[in-house]
């Protein structure tokens, strides 16, 4: 408040985290790029071969198919769920509104080899057979907090009876929620989709148990982390991957805010 | 009436999603505590020899506390290390509170597995580290210092968590009136005074959302340890993980989780309470 | 003829107790109203009083815990909000900010399956109506209030409600507007001859365009008329006191005669009206007396009036209030118009005077005394 700019300690302390918080991304670039199928130092040369090489990578490929359509699925179930249960918390009093509110934040921070055990557990029990969509399901439980929040807070920044209003001009409840909620939150909803889209993409500790032998993307990655040849490729894949990540959060940021600025 | 029947078809789907996809399998997973084996006959023998088991082993409750004390301290020092972060970019970063902002939340959006594995390029005995030691001669020879161990544990999770802290505590500042930090100079505090007095206990919310964010998934995480910590850095996490893919002894796993979620219960009462939305709005 | 638009019969609306402890919420008790066709009806009161919930249950957002709600004649606690002859402009308008001001206007008409052309055609019409003809392609929110409360309007009466609903809906404008709107809504509505149902806590406001008013407190109707009728003869010190400003004087009950009853107010005994209060010797009363209807003068101990001295004096531009108080205990304001001749020279804090007033200026009211703890409380 005193000082709005001007080089200061807290300035400083700021840059330094950040500058720890970029340096692992940006040495997993710089390898990438390395003429060496080793990850060390010093630097060799500078090569584009890693990138080259995972194109004709088969499983690989296969793997981030796998994780695209993965991904997909859940964040659009997780998406329509919450989206669901964000006009119900935010529009409807009810009893039992706090237990709701509670469990569907619960995934939030439970810790995920507990999820992913107790799902392993069930899916065996059942006799269902594990494959890339058991960890779905998972990821659906995982991305509802994220969801829920994200359109619950865009819900709160309108007016609460725009749906009476519609209904008093002759929409039916449904209609109503069809011609107005939906719309004023859409930002919100692709937001809330491209960011559950990003958790199920990355996610690997609730995956690891879940997916059989149908490998999502970072269990690949992860079953490769133990062979030192495959990792210029690894790290090259994962370079392309923050790039593409990156491009969709920016997006999803910059449709949270652009719905902020409508309202 | 009506109002009712719409709130069910509402609240119906997602909370029958949660029920059956996060509830019941907890369930599921206590009822299957006290079998007695996996496969065989002996799935159907209900016994209480697990929890026998598990409470005369002190190894495992050992780690159980190990565990919940790197947790605690990592939780602890996130918040000591997000707090001037959000504080000065919620009072101090003036016009560039953006892109100092962005610069914090953008290397989080990077794959998670990958983040972690970089540090082995960091910590490792041909990684930055060393490297960088050798060169200017602090160090003779390279040795790994500090992977495979507790403390490579520890800092790749402050890595990982400080930026997720940094926001709800953020959020929290962020939503202070400044008119109140200008009643209290008014009122004659000096600026520590009305740091510790207004400040810090009105982004107190922010702080317990962000120290329990980071707290109680660290209780379990199992995915750190494999990639950097080593046998020396393994955590209750990877004893778990241990009973349900190498020693297939599932119903020990489960009374090890339902130990672990014992501890987490308090915690996560006291992270809903704290308000966990803050999270997300940011 | 007049036929009823608007009929409430006995209707109720309890919440239920959020806690097994808790009380049951009475937001409106037992409120009977009818509402002719073309009236001006207004629901008043301050915030609390029920009117809000009463509004809502003729819209049907709410359904009546018991009692019926006729629109037209006919009973329509079944029928859904989205089926009924009514519309409702919003207290924060609810304008659908996601859609141009035409198709906020034109919605109720394409939910209703409209054709096109006739629909443009009665979307313009009702914003010619409202004087907003060349807003239609904006979006709400670069509108100013008072523009975006037109809208709302328009968006209301394009669907041409048998009863409109109008829920304070200028509340949020500023005091020039406000005055200005009030004008042009008292306007439009003999225009057109639709009923409104007018929810306002601004008494003023419901004076000015009011054919009729309720007043509400507690969820109750307490009385139900003209705007001349609840000024000069409040059923009670509720209403006295809400609509405009009121003094109340305690006595007790001396003697009974046919048309008039001796009052005695500290050692002061005077003669005032009976309408259809009948109190009953020794009861105890309270008066109300307007502050405009009340004189000052010197003291003087033979005739009638009210010993007091005079606490505060404020000038307020066309007049003067003095707050005085009585010998007999309670305070009075008494308000002067600032004329020649009427101004009382060198009459400032501590002067000792007489208050009177004219024999039928003065009401009994609440003889039972029940509206002492509602004014003194």
Known sequence: MRRKSGFSFGLFYFLVVAFILFLPILLLVVFSFNDSTKLVFPLKGFTTQHYADLVGNREMVEAVRTSVLLGLGSSFLATALGTMGAIALSRFKFPGKGFFTAVSALPLVIPYVILGVSLLIMFNQVGIKLSAWTAGLAHVVISIPYALLIISSRLAGFPDNLEEAAMDLGATYWGALLRVTIPISFPALVAAFLICFTISFDEFAISSFLVGTQPTLPV?????????????????????????TMIIMLLAEWLRRLGDTTR | MEKQNRLAVLLGPPGLYLLILFLLPLGIMAVFSFRAGTIGDARFIYTLDNYREFLTKTSFHRLLLISARIALTIASLSVILAYPLAYYLTFRAGSRRVILLTMLIVPTWTSYLLRIFAWKLILGSTGLLNTFLLWIGAIEQANPILLYSRNAVVITLLYVWVPFVALPIFAALERIDPSLLEAAADLGSRPWETFLRITLPLSLPGVMAGFFFALIPT??????????GGGQGAMYGNLIQDQFVRALNWPMGSVMSLAMLVLAIPLLFLFTKAGGSDLVEF | MTELTVELRNVSKIYPARRSSGKDVVAVREVSLDIP????????????????????LIAGFEQPTSGEVYLQGKAVSKIPTYKRPVNTVFQNYALFPHMTV?????????????????????????????QLPDLANRKPSQLSGGQQQRVALARALVNRPTVLLLDEPLGALDLKLRKAMQLELKQLQERLGITFVYVTHDQEEALTMSDRIAVMNYGEALQVGDPMTLYEKPANSFVADFIGESNFVRGTVKQVDDDEAQIAIGRKVIAVRLEEERPSPNQNVLLTIRPEKLWLSEPDEQADGLPGVVEEVVYIGTSTRYIVALEAGDEIVVRLQNRPGTKMAGLGRGAPVKVSWRFEDARIIEADGRGEELVIG
């Open chain 3, 37 to 56: 066709s073309g009236e001006f009806f207004t629901l008043l009161g301050p915030s609390g009083c029920g009117k809000t919930t009463t509004l809502r």
């Open chain 3, 102 to 130: 035409a198709k906020n206007v034109g919605f109720g008409l394409t939910v209703k399956r409209v054709p096109k052309a006739e629909r443009e055609r009665r979307v313009m019409e009702a914003l010619e109506l409202v």
């Open chain 2, 219 to 228: 209780l379990g995480e199992y995915v750190t340890p494999l990639l950097v």
């Open chain 1, 220 to 244: 690949y990655l992860y079953s490769q982390l133990r062979f030192p040849t495959r990792l210029p490729l690894v790290v090259s894949l994962s370079s392309i991957l923050m790039v593409a």
